[in-house]
């Protein structure tokens, strides 16, 4: 299966890991389908930061790594890996990130429905 090439950016990875990192893993499938989806997105070590912070164990996130609302980076991802986003994005969100996620799904939604197509000047010749 050939990945599909999606830009997301750094506001977006932190916001859609916050609000995946904590929602239940139902079986270990769904454990390594979240793990895949934290290297696909490019979030591995945020992922790990926000459950260690949730656990009590401390830690530190210095959130101007995460604010660029306007750069966007290229990832690769997965069918499985993107159907594992959008039902993670289906449940109820919290108010801080509605509106983000909301577009990211939408944007999501079109990448699954082969609707989606990289900005330019993210494109390579």
């Keep these: 299966m050939t990945p599909m090439k999606f830009a997301i950016s750094k ?38 930061k926000l459950a260690t912070l949730a656990a009590g164990f401390g830690g530190e996130i210095k959130s101007a790594d995460w604010a660029d609302r306007t750069a966007s980076i290229v990832v ?3 069918a499985d890996v993107l159907d594992y986003v959008i039902t993670g994005l289906g449940v109820q969100t919290s108010g801080i990130w509605t509106d983000v996620l909301g577009r990211l799904r939408e944007r999501l939604e079109q990448l699954r429905d082969k609707k989606y197509e990289l900005p330019q000047e993210l494109r390579t010749p």
Excluded: C, M, Y
């Design 76 to 78: 690769d991802i997965n």
């Design 11 to 48: 506001f977006e990875q932190f916001a859609v890991t916050s609000h995946l990192v904590g929602q239940p893993s139902p079986n270990p499938e769904h454990g390594r389908k979240r793990l895949r989806a934290w290297d696909e997105l490019g979030v591995a070590d945020l992922a790990d």
